[in-house]
Protein backbone atom coordinates (compact mmCIF):
# COMPACT_ATOMS: atom_id res chain seq x y z
CA UNK A 1 0.00 0.00 0.00
CA UNK A 2 1.35 3.65 -0.76
CA UNK A 3 2.42 5.66 1.94
CA UNK A 4 -0.53 8.35 0.86
CA UNK A 5 -2.83 6.14 0.79
CA UNK A 6 -1.99 4.90 4.57
CA UNK A 7 -1.72 8.30 5.72
CA UNK A 8 -5.31 8.93 4.44
CA UNK A 9 -6.61 5.89 5.75
CA UNK A 10 -4.99 7.11 9.29
CA UNK A 11 -6.98 10.38 9.03
CA UNK A 12 -10.34 8.04 9.88
CA UNK A 13 -9.18 5.66 12.36
CA UNK A 14 -6.71 7.54 14.75
CA UNK A 15 -9.54 9.33 16.30
CA UNK A 16 -11.28 6.29 17.24
CA UNK A 17 -8.69 4.47 19.01
CA UNK A 18 -7.16 5.28 22.51
CA UNK A 19 -3.79 7.52 22.72
CA UNK A 20 -3.04 8.08 18.46
CA UNK A 21 -0.15 9.97 19.38
CA UNK A 22 1.32 6.25 19.85
CA UNK A 23 0.72 5.85 15.71
CA UNK A 24 1.27 8.95 13.72
CA UNK A 25 5.00 9.74 14.45
CA UNK A 26 6.65 13.25 13.68
CA UNK A 27 7.95 13.14 17.83
CA UNK A 28 11.03 15.60 18.13
CA UNK A 29 14.01 13.96 17.54
CA UNK A 30 12.64 11.89 14.86
CA UNK A 31 14.78 11.29 11.68
CA UNK A 32 12.65 11.05 8.29
CA UNK A 33 14.93 10.90 5.43
CA UNK A 34 14.46 10.77 1.32
CA UNK A 35 13.42 7.65 0.15
CA UNK A 36 14.20 8.55 -3.63
CA UNK A 37 18.09 9.02 -2.71
CA UNK A 38 18.38 6.20 -0.23
CA UNK A 39 19.66 2.71 -1.59
CA UNK A 40 19.40 0.84 1.43
CA UNK A 41 16.14 1.18 4.26
CA UNK A 42 15.82 -0.79 7.32
CA UNK A 43 12.63 -0.68 9.89
CA UNK A 44 13.56 -0.83 13.52
CA UNK A 45 10.35 -3.12 15.37
CA UNK A 46 10.00 -3.02 19.25
CA UNK A 47 7.20 -6.16 19.19
CA UNK A 48 5.90 -4.36 22.53
CA UNK A 49 3.85 -0.88 22.51
CA UNK A 50 4.77 2.36 21.36
CA UNK A 51 4.82 3.02 25.29
CA UNK A 52 7.36 0.29 26.10
CA UNK A 53 9.55 0.39 23.17
CA UNK A 54 10.12 4.36 22.50
CA UNK A 55 12.73 4.33 25.46
CA UNK A 56 14.20 0.98 24.92
CA UNK A 57 18.13 1.64 24.12
CA UNK A 58 18.99 -1.01 22.11
CA UNK A 59 16.92 0.69 19.56
CA UNK A 60 18.17 4.07 20.58
CA UNK A 61 21.34 2.76 19.43
CA UNK A 62 20.36 1.31 16.19
CA UNK A 63 18.38 3.97 14.98
CA UNK A 64 21.13 6.92 15.62
CA UNK A 65 24.25 4.97 14.23
CA UNK A 66 22.40 3.65 11.43
CA UNK A 67 21.17 7.33 10.71
CA UNK A 68 24.35 8.64 10.51
CA UNK A 69 24.84 6.82 7.41
CA UNK A 70 24.38 8.58 3.99
CA UNK A 71 23.83 5.35 2.16
CA UNK A 72 20.96 4.25 4.56
CA UNK A 73 18.28 5.14 6.32
CA UNK A 74 16.55 3.38 9.49
CA UNK A 75 12.70 4.11 10.62
CA UNK A 76 10.85 2.56 13.53
CA UNK A 77 7.57 0.58 13.98
CA UNK A 78 5.90 -0.79 17.24
CA UNK A 79 3.00 -3.41 17.60
CA UNK A 80 -0.05 -1.65 17.55
CA UNK A 81 -2.71 -1.99 21.00
CA UNK A 82 -5.46 -4.26 20.22
CA UNK A 83 -8.29 -1.47 19.65
CA UNK A 84 -5.84 -0.24 16.62
CA UNK A 85 -5.03 -3.56 15.06
CA UNK A 86 -8.28 -4.06 14.92
CA UNK A 87 -9.36 -0.96 12.98
CA UNK A 88 -6.14 -1.37 10.38
CA UNK A 89 -7.28 -5.02 9.98
CA UNK A 90 -11.02 -3.73 9.25
CA UNK A 91 -9.63 -1.03 6.92
CA UNK A 92 -6.58 -2.72 5.36
CA UNK A 93 -3.99 -0.74 6.39
CA UNK A 94 -0.86 -2.66 6.90
CA UNK A 95 1.68 -2.18 9.66
CA UNK A 96 3.80 0.83 8.80
CA UNK A 97 7.22 2.54 10.14
CA UNK A 98 6.86 6.09 11.78
CA UNK A 99 8.89 8.39 10.19
CA UNK A 100 7.44 7.80 6.37
CA UNK A 101 4.44 5.67 6.88
CA UNK A 102 5.72 3.07 4.31
CA UNK A 103 4.30 -0.34 5.57
CA UNK A 104 7.24 -2.71 6.56
CA UNK A 105 7.04 -5.12 3.43
CA UNK A 106 8.95 -1.81 1.49
CA UNK A 107 12.11 -2.21 3.37
CA UNK A 108 14.69 -4.14 2.60
CA UNK A 109 15.40 -5.20 5.96
CA UNK A 110 12.99 -5.86 8.86
CA UNK A 111 14.73 -6.10 12.89
CA UNK A 112 12.94 -7.10 15.66
CA UNK A 113 14.66 -6.35 19.05
CA UNK A 114 14.16 -9.40 21.67
CA UNK A 115 15.06 -8.35 25.20
CA UNK A 116 12.10 -11.18 26.17
CA UNK A 117 11.23 -14.33 25.45
CA UNK A 118 7.27 -13.21 25.80
CA UNK A 119 7.51 -10.83 22.87
CA UNK A 120 7.58 -14.24 20.68
CA UNK A 121 3.88 -14.32 19.67
CA UNK A 122 3.95 -10.12 19.33
CA UNK A 123 6.65 -11.00 16.83
CA UNK A 124 4.35 -12.99 14.47
CA UNK A 125 2.22 -11.24 15.30
CA UNK A 126 3.82 -7.75 13.72
CA UNK A 127 4.52 -9.88 10.30
CA UNK A 128 1.16 -10.94 9.93
CA UNK A 129 -0.15 -7.24 9.83
CA UNK A 130 2.94 -6.22 8.06
CA UNK A 131 1.58 -8.75 5.39
CA UNK A 132 5.03 -10.64 5.04
CA UNK A 133 4.43 -14.56 5.53
CA UNK A 134 5.74 -15.61 8.87
CA UNK A 135 7.27 -18.56 8.09
CA UNK A 136 10.77 -17.67 6.40
CA UNK A 137 11.06 -20.39 3.73
CA UNK A 138 7.76 -18.46 2.66
CA UNK A 139 9.32 -15.53 1.71
CA UNK A 140 10.18 -14.58 -1.66
CA UNK A 141 12.41 -11.94 -3.60
CA UNK A 142 9.97 -9.43 -3.37
CA UNK A 143 10.14 -9.39 0.69
CA UNK A 144 12.50 -7.73 3.22
CA UNK A 145 15.14 -10.06 5.43
CA UNK A 146 13.47 -10.53 8.51
CA UNK A 147 16.64 -10.37 11.22
CA UNK A 148 16.28 -10.27 14.97
CA UNK A 149 18.70 -10.10 17.80
CA UNK A 150 18.83 -8.74 21.96
CA UNK A 151 19.46 -10.98 25.09
CA UNK A 152 16.48 -13.30 24.05
CA UNK A 153 18.36 -14.08 20.55
CA UNK A 154 21.41 -16.01 22.29
CA UNK A 155 18.52 -19.11 22.45
CA UNK A 156 17.47 -18.39 18.46
CA UNK A 157 16.14 -21.79 18.50
CA UNK A 158 12.60 -21.66 19.38
CA UNK A 159 11.91 -18.16 16.61
CA UNK A 160 14.51 -19.96 13.86
CA UNK A 161 11.33 -20.82 11.82
CA UNK A 162 10.26 -17.44 11.37
CA UNK A 163 13.55 -15.24 11.55
CA UNK A 164 15.93 -15.11 8.63
CA UNK A 165 19.02 -14.37 10.15
CA UNK A 166 19.98 -13.49 13.83
CA UNK A 167 22.18 -11.26 14.91
CA UNK A 168 23.94 -12.21 18.01
CA UNK A 169 25.94 -10.10 20.80
CA UNK A 170 26.48 -6.22 20.51
CA UNK A 171 24.82 -4.46 17.48
CA UNK A 172 26.65 -1.47 17.21
CA UNK A 173 29.29 -2.68 14.43
CA UNK A 174 27.70 -6.04 12.79
CA UNK A 175 24.28 -3.99 11.69
CA UNK A 176 26.67 -2.09 9.30
CA UNK A 177 28.27 -5.42 8.44
CA UNK A 178 24.84 -6.56 7.16
CA UNK A 179 23.64 -3.51 5.90
CA UNK A 180 26.82 -3.79 3.30
CA UNK A 181 25.16 -6.97 2.55
CA UNK A 182 22.73 -6.11 1.72
CA UNK A 183 23.61 -2.56 -0.27
CA UNK A 184 26.07 -5.05 -2.04
CA UNK A 185 23.55 -7.64 -2.90
CA UNK A 186 20.94 -5.44 -3.98
CA UNK A 187 23.70 -3.98 -6.33
CA UNK A 188 24.43 -7.55 -7.97
CA UNK A 189 20.92 -8.29 -7.97
CA UNK A 190 21.55 -11.37 -5.91
CA UNK A 191 18.87 -13.85 -4.64
CA UNK A 192 17.14 -13.81 -1.38
CA UNK A 193 19.32 -17.74 -0.43
CA UNK A 194 22.40 -16.48 -2.10
CA UNK A 195 21.70 -12.59 0.10
CA UNK A 196 21.04 -15.32 3.49
CA UNK A 197 24.07 -17.19 2.18
CA UNK A 198 26.81 -13.93 2.36
CA UNK A 199 24.74 -12.93 5.55
CA UNK A 200 25.60 -16.08 7.25
CA UNK A 201 29.66 -15.05 6.46
CA UNK A 202 29.44 -12.20 8.40
CA UNK A 203 30.60 -12.84 12.01
CA UNK A 204 28.04 -13.27 14.58
CA UNK A 205 24.99 -13.88 12.15
CA UNK A 206 23.43 -16.88 12.42
CA UNK A 207 20.85 -18.29 9.59
CA UNK A 208 19.20 -21.41 10.93
CA UNK A 209 17.90 -22.76 7.52
CA UNK A 210 21.44 -23.76 6.69
CA UNK A 211 21.68 -25.81 10.06
CA UNK A 212 19.60 -29.30 10.27
CA UNK A 213 18.91 -30.61 14.17
CA UNK A 214 17.99 -34.67 14.95
CA UNK A 215 17.02 -35.63 17.89
CA UNK A 216 17.55 -38.60 20.32
CA UNK A 217 14.38 -41.14 20.72
CA UNK A 218 14.01 -39.71 24.43
CA UNK A 219 13.46 -36.09 23.08
CA UNK A 220 16.57 -34.85 24.02
CA UNK A 221 18.84 -33.33 20.94
CA UNK A 222 21.24 -35.47 19.06
CA UNK A 223 23.40 -33.08 16.83
CA UNK A 224 23.23 -29.75 15.60
CA UNK A 225 24.87 -29.77 11.78
CA UNK A 226 25.82 -26.96 9.31
CA UNK A 227 24.16 -27.94 5.86
CA UNK A 228 28.07 -27.13 4.28
CA UNK A 229 31.56 -27.19 5.49
CA UNK A 230 31.38 -23.33 4.46
CA UNK A 231 29.22 -22.26 7.73
CA UNK A 232 30.77 -22.32 11.05
CA UNK A 233 29.51 -25.32 13.44
CA UNK A 234 29.09 -22.20 16.32
CA UNK A 235 28.28 -18.91 15.99
CA UNK A 236 30.19 -16.48 17.80
CA UNK A 237 29.15 -13.46 19.19
CA UNK A 238 29.65 -9.75 18.46
CA UNK A 239 31.13 -7.52 20.97
CA UNK A 240 32.43 -4.10 20.53
CA UNK A 241 35.45 -3.91 22.41
CA UNK A 242 35.52 -0.40 22.69
CA UNK A 243 32.50 1.36 23.50
CA UNK A 244 31.04 3.83 20.90
CA UNK A 245 29.71 7.72 22.53
CA UNK A 246 26.49 6.64 23.85
CA UNK A 247 22.87 8.14 21.73
CA UNK A 248 21.92 11.76 22.35
CA UNK A 249 19.38 12.52 20.43
CA UNK A 250 16.23 10.24 22.27
CA UNK A 251 13.14 10.55 20.49
CA UNK A 252 10.75 13.01 22.46
CA UNK A 253 7.24 11.11 22.61
CA UNK A 254 4.21 12.81 22.02
CA UNK A 255 2.65 10.96 24.67
CA UNK A 256 3.69 9.22 28.05
CA UNK A 257 6.05 6.33 27.81
CA UNK A 258 7.30 3.66 30.47
CA UNK A 259 10.83 6.04 30.69
CA UNK A 260 10.65 9.93 29.46
CA UNK A 261 14.50 10.11 30.16
CA UNK A 262 18.50 9.62 28.88
CA UNK A 263 19.94 6.53 29.47
CA UNK A 264 23.45 6.27 29.56
CA UNK A 265 25.22 3.23 29.63
CA UNK A 266 28.08 3.42 31.71
CA UNK A 267 29.74 0.25 31.86
CA UNK A 268 29.12 -3.21 29.75
CA UNK A 269 28.92 -6.18 31.27
CA UNK A 270 29.64 -7.43 34.94
CA UNK A 271 32.62 -9.27 36.92
CA UNK A 272 30.21 -10.41 39.70
CA UNK A 273 29.74 -14.09 38.24
CA UNK A 274 26.21 -14.44 39.72
CA UNK A 275 25.18 -17.88 38.83
CA UNK A 276 21.59 -16.93 37.50
CA UNK A 277 22.34 -13.96 35.75
CA UNK A 278 21.70 -14.06 31.91
CA UNK A 279 23.22 -10.58 31.25
CA UNK A 280 25.92 -10.76 33.25
CA UNK A 281 27.43 -14.26 31.50
CA UNK A 282 26.78 -13.44 28.05
CA UNK A 283 27.80 -9.30 28.02
CA UNK A 284 31.50 -10.30 29.34
CA UNK A 285 34.13 -8.69 28.80
CA UNK A 286 33.65 -5.41 30.79
CA UNK A 287 34.35 -2.55 29.20
CA UNK A 288 33.95 1.63 30.36
CA UNK A 289 33.07 4.83 28.86
CA UNK A 290 35.06 7.58 30.61
CA UNK A 291 33.66 10.23 32.91
CA UNK A 292 34.34 12.74 30.32
CA UNK A 293 32.53 10.63 27.39
CA UNK A 294 29.49 10.56 30.21
CA UNK A 295 29.31 13.88 31.37
CA UNK A 296 29.38 14.87 27.89
CA UNK A 297 26.61 12.93 26.32
CA UNK A 298 24.09 14.48 29.20
CA UNK A 299 25.45 17.95 28.59
CA UNK A 300 24.22 16.96 24.66
CA UNK A 301 21.44 15.14 25.46
CA UNK A 302 19.52 17.21 27.88
CA UNK A 303 20.60 20.10 24.72
CA UNK A 304 18.55 17.83 22.11
CA UNK A 305 15.62 16.45 24.80
CA UNK A 306 15.38 18.16 27.03
CA UNK A 307 14.97 15.80 29.41
CA UNK A 308 14.88 15.86 33.88
CA UNK A 309 15.74 12.62 34.33
CA UNK A 310 18.89 10.69 34.10
CA UNK A 311 19.69 7.20 34.53
CA UNK A 312 23.10 5.89 34.83
CA UNK A 313 22.98 2.39 33.33
CA UNK A 314 25.07 -0.68 34.01
CA UNK A 315 24.47 -4.30 35.62
CA UNK A 316 26.76 -2.98 38.75
CA UNK A 317 27.27 0.68 38.63
CA UNK A 318 29.08 0.87 42.04
CA UNK A 319 31.97 -1.67 40.20
CA UNK A 320 32.30 1.24 37.29
CA UNK A 321 36.29 1.62 38.36
CA UNK A 322 35.46 5.83 38.40
CA UNK A 323 32.33 5.90 39.95
CA UNK A 324 33.46 8.50 42.51
CA UNK A 325 34.30 10.92 39.89
CA UNK A 326 32.01 10.31 37.69
CA UNK A 327 29.54 11.17 40.45
CA UNK A 328 30.94 14.11 41.54
CA UNK A 329 31.18 15.32 38.34
CA UNK A 330 27.79 14.63 37.61
CA UNK A 331 26.66 16.91 40.95
CA UNK A 332 29.19 19.58 40.53
CA UNK A 333 27.84 20.14 36.65
CA UNK A 334 24.06 19.58 36.90
CA UNK A 335 23.32 20.60 40.55
CA UNK A 336 20.66 23.25 41.18
CA UNK A 337 18.98 22.04 37.70
CA UNK A 338 16.30 20.15 38.88
CA UNK A 339 17.29 16.67 37.41
CA UNK A 340 16.61 13.18 38.90
CA UNK A 341 19.54 10.83 38.90
CA UNK A 342 19.30 7.30 38.87
CA UNK A 343 22.19 5.10 39.87
CA UNK A 344 20.58 1.85 39.82
CA UNK A 345 22.53 -1.38 40.38
CA UNK A 346 24.43 -0.55 43.31
CA UNK A 347 25.91 -2.89 45.67
CA UNK A 348 25.18 -4.17 48.80
CA UNK A 349 27.32 -1.37 50.94
CA UNK A 350 27.74 1.41 52.93
CA UNK A 351 29.70 2.88 49.67
CA UNK A 352 26.88 2.54 47.88
CA UNK A 353 25.17 5.06 50.48
CA UNK A 354 28.06 7.47 50.13
CA UNK A 355 27.42 7.73 46.24
CA UNK A 356 23.96 8.60 46.25
CA UNK A 357 25.16 10.91 49.24
CA UNK A 358 27.05 12.70 46.77
CA UNK A 359 23.88 13.33 44.43
CA UNK A 360 22.10 15.57 46.94
CA UNK A 361 21.74 19.02 45.51
CA UNK A 362 19.88 16.73 42.67
CA UNK A 363 17.17 14.99 42.73
CA UNK A 364 17.19 11.71 43.61
CA UNK A 365 15.07 7.94 42.24
CA UNK A 366 14.67 5.83 45.47
CA UNK A 367 17.44 3.48 46.51
CA UNK A 368 17.28 -0.23 45.03
CA UNK A 369 19.13 -2.70 46.27
CA UNK A 370 19.07 -6.45 45.34
CA UNK A 371 20.37 -9.28 48.04
CA UNK A 372 18.22 -11.76 46.06
CA UNK A 373 18.70 -14.58 48.80
CA UNK A 374 18.57 -14.36 53.10
CA UNK A 375 20.92 -17.41 53.75
CA UNK A 376 24.55 -17.85 53.29
CA UNK A 377 23.98 -21.13 52.17
CA UNK A 378 21.70 -19.76 49.23
CA UNK A 379 23.35 -16.36 48.62
CA UNK A 380 26.79 -19.01 48.62
CA UNK A 381 24.89 -21.08 45.96
CA UNK A 382 24.15 -18.51 43.60
CA UNK A 383 27.16 -16.77 43.94
CA UNK A 384 26.25 -13.47 45.84
CA UNK A 385 27.87 -13.83 49.21
CA UNK A 386 26.55 -10.48 51.15
CA UNK A 387 26.07 -10.87 54.99
CA UNK A 388 23.16 -10.01 56.11
CA UNK A 389 24.33 -7.40 59.11
CA UNK A 390 26.24 -5.66 55.92
CA UNK A 391 22.39 -5.58 54.50
CA UNK A 392 21.16 -4.30 57.83
CA UNK A 393 23.94 -1.27 58.12
CA UNK A 394 23.31 -0.58 54.54
CA UNK A 395 19.71 -0.28 55.14
CA UNK A 396 20.47 1.89 58.56
CA UNK A 397 22.80 4.32 56.63
CA UNK A 398 20.12 4.62 53.89
CA UNK A 399 16.91 5.71 56.40
CA UNK A 400 19.50 7.69 58.29
CA UNK A 401 20.00 9.96 55.78
CA UNK A 402 16.85 11.02 55.00
CA UNK A 403 15.80 8.59 52.56
CA UNK A 404 12.07 6.88 53.81
CA UNK A 405 11.67 3.90 51.26
CA UNK A 406 13.61 0.96 50.67
CA UNK A 407 13.16 -1.46 47.86
CA UNK A 408 15.02 -5.24 48.02
CA UNK A 409 15.10 -7.63 45.76
CA UNK A 410 14.26 -11.63 46.05
CA UNK A 411 14.54 -14.50 44.06
CA UNK A 412 12.56 -17.24 45.44
CA UNK A 413 12.80 -20.98 43.23
CA UNK A 414 16.50 -21.00 42.99
CA UNK A 415 18.71 -24.15 43.04
CA UNK A 416 18.65 -26.29 46.06
CA UNK A 417 15.88 -23.22 47.44
CA UNK A 418 14.06 -24.66 50.63
CA UNK A 419 11.03 -23.55 52.43
CA UNK A 420 13.72 -22.39 55.05
CA UNK A 421 15.68 -20.10 52.83
CA UNK A 422 12.12 -18.51 52.05
CA UNK A 423 11.04 -17.93 55.29
CA UNK A 424 14.67 -16.17 56.27
CA UNK A 425 13.57 -13.53 53.65
CA UNK A 426 10.52 -12.84 55.31
CA UNK A 427 12.97 -12.51 58.73
CA UNK A 428 14.97 -10.59 57.13
CA UNK A 429 12.72 -7.87 55.72
CA UNK A 430 11.22 -7.71 58.91
CA UNK A 431 14.40 -6.94 60.07
CA UNK A 432 15.57 -4.07 57.39
CA UNK A 433 11.93 -2.53 58.06
CA UNK A 434 12.56 -2.69 62.00
CA UNK A 435 16.03 -0.70 61.54
CA UNK A 436 13.93 1.48 59.21
CA UNK A 437 11.69 2.50 62.25
CA UNK A 438 14.06 2.85 64.72
CA UNK A 439 15.78 5.26 62.21
CA UNK A 440 12.85 7.62 61.25
CA UNK A 441 9.60 5.93 62.99
CA UNK A 442 6.92 5.25 61.02
CA UNK A 443 8.14 7.08 57.91
CA UNK A 444 10.09 4.20 57.12
CA UNK A 445 8.67 2.30 54.46
CA UNK A 446 9.85 -1.20 52.61
CA UNK A 447 8.96 -2.75 49.01
CA UNK A 448 9.90 -6.09 48.59
CA UNK A 449 10.03 -6.94 44.92
CA UNK A 450 10.11 -11.50 45.02
CA UNK A 451 10.68 -12.78 41.20
CA UNK A 452 11.09 -16.21 40.23
CA UNK A 453 14.27 -17.88 39.62
CA UNK A 454 14.14 -18.59 35.69
CA UNK A 455 17.03 -21.31 34.23
CA UNK A 456 18.58 -19.35 31.40
CA UNK A 457 21.12 -20.59 28.41
CA UNK A 458 24.90 -19.64 28.91
CA UNK A 459 24.69 -19.32 32.37
CA UNK A 460 25.87 -21.85 34.97
CA UNK A 461 22.11 -22.75 35.97
CA UNK A 462 21.39 -23.73 32.12
CA UNK A 463 21.00 -27.39 33.38
CA UNK A 464 18.75 -26.67 36.46
CA UNK A 465 14.77 -26.85 35.88
CA UNK A 466 12.07 -23.79 37.05
CA UNK A 467 10.13 -24.65 40.10
CA UNK A 468 6.49 -26.24 39.59
CA UNK A 469 3.90 -23.98 40.01
CA UNK A 470 2.66 -24.92 43.40
CA UNK A 471 6.15 -25.02 44.55
CA UNK A 472 5.95 -21.53 43.50
CA UNK A 473 2.36 -20.65 45.19
CA UNK A 474 3.51 -22.12 48.25
CA UNK A 475 6.86 -19.55 48.43
CA UNK A 476 4.53 -17.07 47.75
CA UNK A 477 1.64 -17.54 49.87
CA UNK A 478 4.59 -17.72 53.30
CA UNK A 479 5.97 -14.64 51.89
CA UNK A 480 2.67 -12.90 51.50
CA UNK A 481 1.72 -13.87 55.18
CA UNK A 482 4.45 -12.49 56.73
CA UNK A 483 5.14 -9.15 55.07
CA UNK A 484 1.79 -7.96 54.97
CA UNK A 485 2.34 -5.61 57.66
CA UNK A 486 1.94 -1.36 57.73
CA UNK A 487 5.06 0.33 56.26
CA UNK A 488 5.65 -3.12 54.29
CA UNK A 489 4.67 -4.01 50.43
CA UNK A 490 4.91 -6.81 48.73
CA UNK A 491 5.23 -7.53 44.52
CA UNK A 492 5.72 -10.73 43.26
CA UNK A 493 5.47 -12.31 39.43
CA UNK A 494 3.12 -14.80 37.90
CA UNK A 495 3.63 -18.48 38.74
CA UNK A 496 2.10 -19.28 35.00
CA UNK A 497 4.25 -16.70 33.31
CA UNK A 498 7.47 -18.03 35.20
CA UNK A 499 6.35 -21.44 33.30
CA UNK A 500 6.30 -20.01 30.27
CA UNK A 501 9.15 -17.91 30.29
CA UNK A 502 11.31 -21.25 31.39
CA UNK A 503 10.17 -23.36 28.55
CA UNK A 504 10.65 -20.32 25.97
CA UNK A 505 13.85 -20.23 27.38
CA UNK A 506 15.11 -23.20 27.58
CA UNK A 507 13.24 -24.62 23.85
CA UNK A 508 14.49 -25.65 20.83
CA UNK A 509 13.11 -25.03 17.12
CA UNK A 510 10.35 -27.29 17.77
CA UNK A 511 8.88 -25.11 20.05
CA UNK A 512 8.69 -22.56 16.96
CA UNK A 513 5.16 -24.64 16.03
CA UNK A 514 3.96 -24.04 19.82
CA UNK A 515 4.68 -20.15 19.37
CA UNK A 516 3.05 -20.31 15.83
CA UNK A 517 -0.37 -22.43 17.61
CA UNK A 518 -0.64 -20.05 20.41
CA UNK A 519 -0.53 -17.08 18.33
CA UNK A 520 -2.97 -18.67 15.94
CA UNK A 521 -5.04 -19.18 19.09
CA UNK A 522 -4.90 -15.94 20.42
CA UNK A 523 -2.30 -15.11 22.25
CA UNK A 524 0.03 -11.78 21.92
CA UNK A 525 0.84 -9.45 24.58
CA UNK A 526 2.01 -12.20 26.50
CA UNK A 527 4.18 -10.02 28.93
CA UNK A 528 0.96 -8.19 30.22
CA UNK A 529 -1.02 -10.27 32.78
CA UNK A 530 -4.49 -8.73 31.40
CA UNK A 531 -3.69 -10.26 28.21
CA UNK A 532 -1.49 -13.52 28.81
CA UNK A 533 -3.38 -16.84 28.42
CA UNK A 534 -1.90 -19.44 30.04
CA UNK A 535 -4.04 -22.04 28.68
CA UNK A 536 -3.66 -21.16 25.07
CA UNK A 537 -0.23 -21.92 25.62
CA UNK A 538 -0.43 -25.31 27.35
CA UNK A 539 -2.81 -26.46 24.95
CA UNK A 540 -0.22 -25.65 21.71
CA UNK A 541 2.31 -27.23 24.27
CA UNK A 542 -0.33 -30.30 24.41
CA UNK A 543 -1.10 -30.48 20.79
CA UNK A 544 2.95 -30.26 20.30
CA UNK A 545 3.41 -33.58 21.60
CA UNK A 546 5.23 -32.39 24.15
CA UNK A 547 4.68 -30.60 27.55
CA UNK A 548 6.13 -26.96 28.92
CA UNK A 549 7.93 -29.34 31.56
CA UNK A 550 9.87 -31.01 29.05
CA UNK A 551 11.49 -27.85 28.32
CA UNK A 552 11.00 -25.44 31.65
CA UNK A 553 11.54 -27.96 34.86
CA UNK A 554 13.37 -30.21 33.65
CA UNK A 555 16.93 -30.97 35.11
CA UNK A 556 19.30 -31.88 32.42
CA UNK A 557 22.30 -34.00 32.62
CA UNK A 558 25.77 -32.14 31.78
CA UNK A 559 26.21 -34.60 29.31
CA UNK A 560 23.28 -33.55 27.51
CA UNK A 561 23.13 -31.29 23.95
CA UNK A 562 21.62 -28.21 24.69
CA UNK A 563 19.32 -26.33 21.64
CA UNK A 564 21.94 -23.11 22.13
CA UNK A 565 25.33 -24.64 22.42
CA UNK A 566 26.48 -24.01 18.67
CA UNK A 567 26.45 -20.08 20.00
CA UNK A 568 29.21 -19.09 21.64
CA UNK A 569 29.19 -16.05 24.22
CA UNK A 570 32.73 -16.18 24.90
CA UNK A 571 32.40 -18.04 28.15
CA UNK A 572 33.17 -21.75 28.24
CA UNK A 573 30.84 -24.93 28.55
CA UNK A 574 33.93 -26.00 30.71
CA UNK A 575 33.48 -22.72 32.98
CA UNK A 576 29.71 -23.13 33.51
CA UNK A 577 29.74 -27.08 33.90
CA UNK A 578 32.85 -25.90 36.85
CA UNK A 579 30.46 -23.09 38.28
CA UNK A 580 27.57 -25.45 38.01
CA UNK A 581 29.34 -27.87 40.12
CA UNK A 582 30.74 -25.23 42.55
CA UNK A 583 26.69 -23.88 43.16
CA UNK A 584 26.18 -27.29 44.28
CA UNK A 585 28.90 -27.51 46.67
CA UNK A 586 28.20 -24.54 48.02
CA UNK A 587 31.44 -22.47 46.83
CA UNK A 588 32.00 -19.45 45.66
CA UNK A 589 34.06 -17.91 42.97
CA UNK A 590 35.79 -14.53 43.21
CA UNK A 591 34.74 -11.42 41.39
CA UNK A 592 37.16 -11.21 38.21
CA UNK A 593 38.59 -8.34 39.17
CA UNK A 594 40.11 -10.16 42.38
CA UNK A 595 42.16 -12.59 39.18
CA UNK A 596 40.81 -14.32 36.61
CA UNK A 597 38.55 -17.11 36.96
CA UNK A 598 39.64 -18.90 33.35
CA UNK A 599 35.37 -18.39 32.24
CA UNK A 600 37.49 -18.48 28.24
CA UNK A 601 36.61 -14.93 27.55
CA UNK A 602 39.80 -13.81 27.12
CA UNK A 603 41.24 -16.51 24.44
CA UNK A 604 37.78 -16.24 22.62
CA UNK A 605 38.68 -12.68 21.98
CA UNK A 606 42.50 -12.27 22.49
CA UNK A 607 42.61 -11.23 19.39
CA UNK A 608 40.41 -7.75 19.28
CA UNK A 609 42.90 -7.12 23.05
CA UNK A 610 45.83 -6.52 20.44
CA UNK A 611 43.76 -4.43 17.92
CA UNK A 612 42.19 -2.47 20.90
CA UNK A 613 45.46 -2.47 23.75
CA UNK A 614 43.89 0.63 25.28
CA UNK A 615 40.40 -0.70 26.51
CA UNK A 616 40.04 -2.34 29.94
CA UNK A 617 39.00 -5.73 29.99
CA UNK A 618 39.48 -6.49 33.72
CA UNK A 619 41.67 -9.79 32.95
CA UNK A 620 44.46 -10.47 34.21
CA UNK A 621 45.75 -12.80 31.56
CA UNK A 622 45.71 -9.78 29.22
CA UNK A 623 46.86 -6.76 31.32
Not at 322 to 334: K, P, Q, S, Y
Not at 378 to 405: C, D, F, V
Not at 423 to 440: F, S, T, Y
Not at 573 to 581: A, D, H, N, W
Request: proline share 6%; with cysteine.
Amino acid sequence: MDPKQIKKKLKTILPTVAKPGRYFGGEFNHIAKDWSQIGTRMALVFPDLYDIGVPNLGVSILYETINKRTDALCERAYLPWLDMEEAMRVHQVPLYALESCHPLSDFDVVGFTLPYETLYTNVLNALDLAEIPIHSNERNEGHPIIIAGGHAAFNPEPMSSFIDAFVIGEGEEVIHDVLDCIRDSKATQLTRHQILDKLQMVPGVYVPAFYDVSYNENGTLKSFLPRSDAYPKSITKRIVPVLPDPPTHFIVPSVDVVHNRIAVEIMRGCTRGCRFCHAGMVNRPVRERSVEQIVKSIEKSLLTTGYEEIALLSLSSSDYTHINELVTAIRDRFSGRNLTISLPSLRIETFSVGLMEKLKGVRQAGFTLAPEAATDRMRNRINKPIQAEQLLETARQIYSRGWTTLKLYFMIGQPGETMEDVQAIADLCLQVHAEGRKMIGKKANLHTGVSTFVPKPHTPFQWTGADSIPLILEKQNLLKDQLRKPGMKMTWSNPRETILEAALSRGDRRLSAVIEDAWRHGAKFDAWMDQYNFNVWMDAFDASGTPADFYGTRERAISEVLPWDHINTGVSRKFLEREYQNAQGGKTTPDCREGCVACGIVPTFSSLQKAFPSTQWYCPEVE
